[in-house]
């Protein structure tokens, strides 16, 4: 499966919606070097996975393409709400070319996979993202919305975060950041810094949970409605190996957008340059 998170950030008055996830497919065995988060052919949105590769690969691609194949979609004139639903569309209508059934089997099988919509509506001005997610009782992905963490009401709180992935980890996940957030006094007041980055990465590092594993992936999308993938040192800034997307960069890779220390993740290091070319 993953563990996956997106929040809002929000530090002197800037605002930045964060993706994170961890980089392991697995199926027999583990692959730790994965995108979970794609980028889309438009710069205010990403989407993300957790589950089954074989459900997610194919609706990731087909979404992909059909942005590129409809301008609206692309150039952003179509809003992110509209995009969602432009891309459940799209996952249900591709969900009806699945033949070869065994016998007396009427329907596919349940897609074992749930996906999270991120990004920037120039509409309500402000960070959005859906759970998109399927419902075996109308035989359809359909959407849930996020709002804002209501463990805050009642202070002076503004936290946006959801997490996907397998329910025990999630819950860990969880029951780990209040645990954070109570000790540093941020319970009930305050905005997320990098306090679900640093439970991701304390997660990983465990190596308790089989289903999740490999180096932090990172995106940021900013309020101009651009999304970039941040480098992160893996598995610490001491042994010098930026991975972008879950893949450690060959030597002559650059991260073009900066790189961030896993023990010290709230800035960013200057782009890289590893300075020597492909032979």
């Not at 583990?30 to 589950?51: H, Q």
């Not at 975060?161 to 860990?172: E, M, P, Q, T």
């Not at 972008?244 to 340059?273: C, F, H, M, N, Q």
């Amino acid at each position: 499966m993953t563990l996956g998170m997106v929040w809002v950030r929000a530090v002197g008055g800037i605002r930045e919606l964060i993706i994170a996830s961890d980089s392991r497919l697995s199926g027999g065995q583990y692959w730790d070097s994965n995108p979970k988060i794609i980028l889309l052919p438009r710069t205010d949105a990403v989407i993300s996975f957790a589950g089954s590769t074989s459900d997610a690969y194919p609706l990731i691609l087909q979404a992909y393409n059909s942005i590129k194949m409809y301008e609206p979609a692309e150039n952003r004139v179509l809003d992110l709400a509209e995009l969602k639903g432009h891309l459940l569309r799209i996952f249900n209508h591709s969900r009806k070319f699945i033949t070869g059934l065994p016998r007396g089997q009427k329907l596919p099988d349940k897609p074992e996979v749930e996906f999270m919509l991120s990004g920037y509506s120039w509409r309500d001005k402000n960070f959005r993202a859906w759970k998109l997610h399927y419902n075996q009782t109308i035989d359809k992905f359909t959407f849930r919305p996020i709002h804002e963490w209501k463990r805050g009401q009642g202070g002076n709180s503004h936290k946006f975060i959801s997490i996907i992935g397998d329910k025990d980890v999630r819950n860990v996940a969880n029951d780990m950041i209040i645990s954070l957030l109570r000790k540093n006094g941020k319970l009930t007041s305050g905005s997320f810094d990098m306090e679900p980055f640093e439970i991701l990465r304390d997660i990983i590092r465990c190596k308790k949970y089989q289903s999740v594993g490999g180096p932090v992936q990172i995106v940021k999308i900013y309020e101009h409605a651009n999304a970039v993938p941040v480098g992160v040192y893996w598995p610490n800034k001491e042994s010098g190996v930026i991975s972008l997307l879950g893949r450690p960069l060959l030597d002559y890779e650059k991260s073009r957008w900066g790189v961030i220390d896993p023990d010290a993740p709230t800035r960013a290091y200057p782009p890289a340059d590893k300075s020597r070319t492909p032979g």
